[in-house]
């Protein structure tokens, strides 16, 4: 059975996204996706049945909730497994997610379920993309629990506008209003829903059925019929932690920025609607870290090399808010913007955001997919043209990537910041036919990195 799955995958890679996607009408399209996704779930033995089931879903954030999610539960002595867009995890076994996708696909996710299941986790975070819901990826698996970071345009083309982006986001809380209690170990399993009250669009998840209903904020009140409250407050933003208190008790946690504030509150709100004590996940939270999150790559140099995400325009705001805390001099910004169709009109604003904000502007290749590279880096220098930045002074376009963080160290001086967005910690550049290059932004900063050291 298990070559039976094998042959079915690569029947889908082979037949679906050459020939089957091109031609076949979208409504069969969703019946396969539907039926191969509850076939899955089957064929593994319907692994979240057996398992609490945890789901973020949001634009910016998840995966670092995710990760700060399994760090507060486990901190509670629960055993926990999670798949997210930067890693995968089972018990105290952790690895990059090196797919290339957010939620992966639908028998990989139902094995790493049954995996987690037959190591003894009780808990399961699954990072949930629109994209992934689209594609009913989040069938055949029971959640119990979802979590609503925030909403901002992303995927528009994808979606045919932000309404059906907002539409998708919420199909993921519809499906869990549609399921029966879970009953584990003779327990009824309450179906929550975690909402971050300070999103313009968190009246629209709240309408959803849930069994319990909570709302993270930083220090507002709403004062919601059936909404249990928790908030952050006294926050204090620091270059390099952040401090709030939240339910009387101090909390520190080693990420910067307003951003993962919410981050962390969204992680213990869940936790605190399932029992754990908050000292606890206080202490789990302290040191968190996520790969390629505000990851700062080291090498001896005299200057400061953070790699991060921020592959979206509000994503990369936040960044740059972030940043307004580290003590530097000049500010040197390696970035591009993804291909395959996907959100062109924010390839000029990403470049506007680095063009306003960084010293020096590097524009190179990210993930063209069978898009031209060279044109979506014409796009996206356009905007830092836009913001007032010289071509071949202050703003450089450079396709090959290593070849660009490379003219970005070369630049730097001392106490300067070189950031490195985009990638993050994903292991692939994709390029035409999705042929994937092995790759990795933090290692190939430290090869370079290296290179200098033994020049000078």
């Known amino acids: ?59 910016n954030g998840k995966t670092t909730t995710v990760r700060f999610i399994a760090e507060a539960l486990g901190a509670c002595g629960k055993k926990v497994g999670l798949a997210s867009t930067a890693e995968f995890q089972i018990n105290d076994k952790r690895w990059l997610n090196d797919m290339k996708m957010t939620m992966p696909g639908r028998f990989y996710l139902q ?22 819901i689209i594609q009913f990826r989040h069938m055949g698996i029971h959640y119990d629990a979802i979590v609503f970071t925030n909403l901002t345009p992303e995927h528009i083309e994808a979606h045919n506008g ?8 919420g ?79 101090d909390v520190e946690i080693a990420m910067p920025g307003k951003h993962n504030v919410y981050n962390a509150i969204a992680a213990l709100t869940v936790g605190l609607a399932l029992g754990c004590d908050i000292k606890d996940m206080e202490h789990g939270l302290r040191n968190v870290s996520v790969p390629g999150r505000m990851e700062y790559i080291s090498e001896g140099q005299k200057f400061s090399v953070i790699i991060d995400y921020a592959p979206e325009p509000e994503g990369l705001k936040q960044l740059y ?24 009109a924010r390839r000029p604003v990403m470049g506007e955001i680095a ?41 450089f376009k450079i396709s090959d990537r290593r070849l660009a963080i490379r003219k970005a160290l070369e630049i730097a001086q001392e106490n300067d910041l070189v950031i490195i967005t985009g990638k993050g910690c994903e292991q ?26 033994v020049q000078s």
Not at 365 to 382: L, M, R
Not at 438 to 452: H, I
């Open 171 to 249: 199909k993921l809380f519809e499906h869990m209003a549609s399921m029966k209690k879970k009953i584990l170990r003779g327990k009824e399993i309450d179906r929550v829903s975690i909402i971050n009250l300070d999103d313009q669009y968190a009246s629209y998840f709240l309408q959803f059925g849930a069994d319990k209903k909570y709302g993270y904020t930083l220090g507002l009140k709403y004062d919601i019929k059936g909404v249990e409250e928790v908030r952050a407050e006294n926050i204090s933003i620091n270059p390099n932690n952040s401090k709030f208190i939240f339910l009387g008790q």
């Open 111 to 132: 094995k790493l379920l049954q995996d987690m299941v037959a190591a003894g986790c009780e808990y399961a975070i699954i990072e949930t993309s629109s994209q992934g």
């Open 355 to 395: 063009g306003e904000n960084a010293n020096s502007v590097i524009i190179t290749n990210e993930d063209p997919y069978d898009d031209s590279p060279q044109e979506i880096i014409d796009q996206v220098a356009a905007g830092a043209l836009q913001a007032g930045k010289i071509e071949n002074n202050n703003l």
């Open 428 to 453: 692939a550049i994709v390029v035409a036919n999705n042929k994937k290059i092995p790759w990795d932004d933090r290692t190939v900063a430290r090869e370079e990195l290296k290179k200098f050291k």
């Open 1 to 59: 059975m298990h070559y039976f799955a094998i042959v079915l995958k690569y029947v889908y890679i082979l037949v679906m996204k050459v020939f089957i996607k091109k031609f076949t009408p979208k409504i069969v399209l969703y019946a396969y996706h539907y039926l191969m996704a509850r076939f899955a779930s089957f064929y593994y033995g319907n692994p979240s049945e057996k398992i609490i089931v945890i789901g973020v879903t949001g634009t």
């Open 162 to 169: 932000f309404e059906n982006y907002k539409k998708a986001k």
């Open 321 to 344: 808010k972030t940043l307004e805390l580290v003590k530097k001099n000049k500010i040197i910004h390696v970035l591009g913007s993804c291909g395959g169709g996907r959100d062109l």
